[in-house]
């Protein structure tokens, strides 16, 4: 099993743990902000919350990867200038509303 294959994994079984949460409460929030790893995460998790209720609002894409450069230590360094630091990020940001034919009570 790869290592994108097992974050994949994993953020599935936490989506359907969210799920089964929002299943049980009889109070569901109106909004929903969930960032997402993958497409498949991402199309099974929409699919679930559909079942539930809920429609998309909104989506965005963004980099996977983020990078910032730090100045150098001016500490007597040698000769390092900068440095780049890279991060890999979730990439998809969505937002879903409860439905009106679903209310939250």
């Given at each position: 099993?790869?290592?994108?294959?097992?974050?994949?994994?994993?953020?599935?079984?936490?989506?359907?743990?969210?799920?089964?949460?929002?299943?049980?409460?009889?109070?569901?929030?109106?909004?929903?902000?969930?960032p997402?790893?993958?497409?498949?995460?991402?199309?099974?998790?929409?699919?679930?919350?559909?079942?539930?209720?809920?429609?998309?609002?909104?989506?965005a894409?963004?980099?996977?990867?983020?990078?910032?450069?730090?100045?150098?230590?001016?500490?007597?360094?040698?000769?390092?200038?900068?440095?780049?630091v890279?991060?890999?990020?979730?990439?998809?940001?969505v937002?879903?509303?409860?439905?009106?034919?679903?209310?939250?009570?």
């Amino acid at each position: 099993m790869s290592v994108e294959s097992l974050g994949l994994w994993f953020e599935d079984r936490m989506n359907q743990l969210d799920a089964w949460r929002l299943r049980r409460n009889a109070h569901r929030p109106e909004l929903i902000e969930k960032p997402y790893w993958h497409n498949d995460a991402l199309a099974s998790d929409a699919a679930r919350l559909e079942s539930l209720g809920y429609a998309v609002e909104s989506e965005a894409d963004n980099s996977r990867y983020v990078s910032a450069t730090y100045p150098a230590n001016t500490g007597g360094g040698f000769g390092q200038l900068s440095r780049t630091v890279t991060r890999r990020v979730p990439s998809i940001h969505v937002t879903y509303r409860l439905e009106p034919e679903h209310p939250a009570a």
